[in-house]
């Protein structure tokens, strides 16, 4: 939601009281949210676009595309040791994006304000 200016009180006390009022009303929300499992009100579920998958498509077909190219080319080649190469490569760089992807997880981020991580110390 958004508030105009005009709405929210000048005086500090006053202020107060209205973004504690506020706080009370998201956290119904959220505990409403939290017992359902929905928000209350009109639930928005947007259109499907076809553009989102033809976009993906393209793009996978315009970068894939010489990948599978070059992998087929490995695996008609019969050479073992060029296969190997090739499998070790994929693999590593499997192993990296998996690697880098594991680095952003929440599960690894700070403890700051974390009330459980507080009592234990």
Do not use: C
């Not at 202020?15 to 359902?36: G, I, P, S, T, V």
């Amino acid at each position: 939601r958004r508030f105009p200016l005009e709405d929210i009180p000048q005086d500090e006390k006053e202020a107060a009281n209205w973004l504690h009022k506020l706080y009370q009303e998201k956290d119904a929300l959220q505990e409403m949210y939290n017992q359902e499992g929905v928000f209350p009100g009109k639930q928005f579920k947007p259109p499907r676009r076809p553009w989102t998958l033809l976009n993906f498509l393209f793009w996978a077909t315009v970068l894939l595309s010489p990948l599978f190219t070059f992998g087929f080319g490995v695996f008609a080649s019969g050479s073992p040791l060029l296969i190997l190469a090739f499998l070790g490569l994929v693999g590593a760089a499997s192993f990296g994006v998996r690697r880098l992807i594991g680095v952003t997880e929440i599960e690894k981020g700070s403890s700051y304000g974390n009330q459980e991580f507080k009592k234990k110390e």
